[in-house]
């Protein structure tokens, strides 16, 4: 049995996990501006590619089907943080 899903609790736990990518990126640009510490932005720029993705995802007309550029979009955002950890442990050494 495959579980019963609604167009309406998927656009509202995209919206609500859009809304809280966001507010975290605030956070992370707080952080960002009281150290300038390149880490901070690297996650700021992360949380806020990945809630903008995550509301453009509402306006497809398949919200559930995979896409190409959103999924090379949160890649890229995904190497920023990566990028960002690894000058980081490099600096020390």
């Not at 453009?56 to 995979?66: D, K, R």
């Not at 090379?72 to 955002?77: A, D, F, K, Q, Y």
Request: glycine letters at 6%; aromatic letters at 14%; proline letters at 4%.
């Amino acid at each position: 049995m495959s579980p019963i899903t609604h167009p309406v609790v998927d656009f509202f736990m995209l919206g609500f996990i859009a809304a809280c990518s966001l507010v975290a990126g605030l956070f992370f640009f707080k952080f960002w501006r009281s150290t300038r510490d390149p880490l901070f932005l690297a996650f700021l720029v992360f949380f806020v590619v990945q809630g903008c993705t995550n509301a453009a995802i509402l306006s497809l007309e398949h919200p559930n089907q995979g896409n190409l550029i959103v999924f090379v979009v949160r890649l890229l955002s995904v190497l920023v943080v990566l990028g960002a950890i690894l000058r980081k442990n490099l600096a020390r050494n």
